[in-house]
């Protein structure tokens, strides 16, 4: 049984930093991609980062500078480090891990808002 545990969430101010994470059990995670998507109010769910086997990783424009990917296969946990947040931010973040498109897991999302 695939299970995630996502934290890190919040509110906070423009600017302001916070950091996500996703660990995942019942997988091996060392062989999956992983990925941040994200999904505001009346929006579609859009990709924020991923970061493949090889811990090559890639960012949407949206994003790019100011959010970093990484992992740690031995903790099998997933971060998202999000400098500078701005109000346009404020999504459910959902955690993803994908191995070929073969087998496909979700998270259950975690929110982050940023308002003054």
């Known amino acids: 049984q695939v299970q995630f545990e996502e934290s890190g969430g919040g509110l906070v101010q423009p600017g302001e930093s916070l950091r996500l994470s996703c660990t995942i059990s019942g997988i091996s995670f060392d062989v999956y991609k992983m990925a941040w998507y994200r999904q505001a109010p009346g929006k579609q769910r859009e990709l924020a980062a991923f970061?493949?086997?090889?811990?090559?990783?890639n960012y949407s424009d949206s994003v790019k500078g100011r959010f970093t990917i990484s992992r740690d296969n031995a903790k099998k946990t997933m971060y998202l480090q999000m400098n500078n947040l701005k109000p346009e931010d404020t999504a459910s973040y959902y955690c993803n891990a994908d191995q070929s498109g073969v087998q496909n897991y979700w998270g259950q999302g975690i929110q982050v808002t940023v308002s003054s």
């Open positions: 970061i493949r086997r090889d811990d090559s990783t």
